[in-house]
């Protein structure tokens, strides 16, 4: 009983220097920023549209993923071909690579130069120093999340669900749709928001292929760069601010549907 007691001692005060390691910076930039610079932040209209860019480009990345990201996923789930491995570590290849890399292997394709760039500018598209880019960058280096969250949850789906609506007349298509992606709808929104959330964060690979229009991560930095600690402390602190509160009202209402699911 000791020894238990201990453990679970010792446990606790391991886990409250990880959380006061993650806790403290969080608290001190929200509280640490003056009142008025707040105000004057909030009232900026360079300031809130640069969050509001962020948040819609990220989103557009992983509204395009979950399009392209969910039946790769389901394939790596599901399907054992040659060359398996290699695909699945091209997809964590983006986590691993320095972001700034990312970004000028982006612009080695999606310039305005190359091939892809020349590709997309017969359609009025461009990518260097664009919404394009930044939605790019940000699917790039954000979508191994969401590919690998699914990829766990198809492999968590028995087979043999699939295998009856097969034996019951549904075509491939039907059952991926009525069946697995259903089953897997928890883990498919876990790694939407994973996705998303990466998203708002990227600077390497968006500085890189698109500097204009400036998303909150290039803001914060030129704004610290400029005119220093004071003036890019309340930019940042109102960008978690708003994060803590989209991912609060998010988590309240995933735990509310995974609590009726458990009661029906």
Do not use: C
């Not at 001190?28 to 509001?52: A, F, H, N, P, R």
């Not at 043999?160 to 069946?179: D, N």
């Not at 204009?212 to 914060?220: D, E, S, V, Y």
């Amino acid at each position: 009983m000791v020894k238990k007691a201990w453990f679970k001692f010792v446990m606790s005060i391991l886990a409250i220097i990880l959380l006061f390691f993650i806790l403290a910076p969080i608290l001190k930039l929200i509280l640490g920023s003056e009142y008025q610079v707040m105000i004057e932040t909030v009232q900026d209209k360079e300031i809130m549209s640069s969050i509001l860019l962020t948040f819609y480009a990220s989103l557009i990345a992983t509204l395009l993923s979950i399009l392209t990201g969910i039946p790769l996923a389901y394939l790596l789930a599901r399907v054992d071909f040659f060359g398996k491995s290699v695909i699945e570590g091209l997809i964590n290849l983006p986590i691993i690579i320095p972001h700034t890399a990312a970004g000028i292997a982006l612009l080695t394709v999606f310039g305005d130069r190359f091939f892809l760039g020349r590709f997309f500018n017969m359609f009025g598209i461009n990518f260097v120093g664009s919404f394009y880019g930044i939605v790019i960058a940000m699917m790039f280096v954000s979508m191994p999340f969401l590919v690998n969250e699914a990829k766990e949850g198809f492999k968590s789906i028995d087979e043999r669900y699939e295998k009856v609506a097969r034996s019951l007349g549904y075509s491939p298509f039907k059952t991926f749709i009525k069946v697995s992606f259903p089953m897997n709808l928890n883990h498919i929104i876990s790694g939407s928001l994973l996705m998303w959330a990466r998203g708002l964060s990227e600077f390497g690979a968006v500085v890189i292929l698109a500097y204009h229009p400036m998303t909150a991560p290039i803001l914060i930095y030129e704004r610290f760069t400029s005119y220093g600690l004071k003036y890019a402390t309340p930019v940042a602190a109102i960008m978690v601010l708003i994060s803590i509160i989209i991912f609060t009202i998010i988590s309240m209402i995933n735990n509310n549907q995974n609590r009726r699911k458990t009661n029906d």
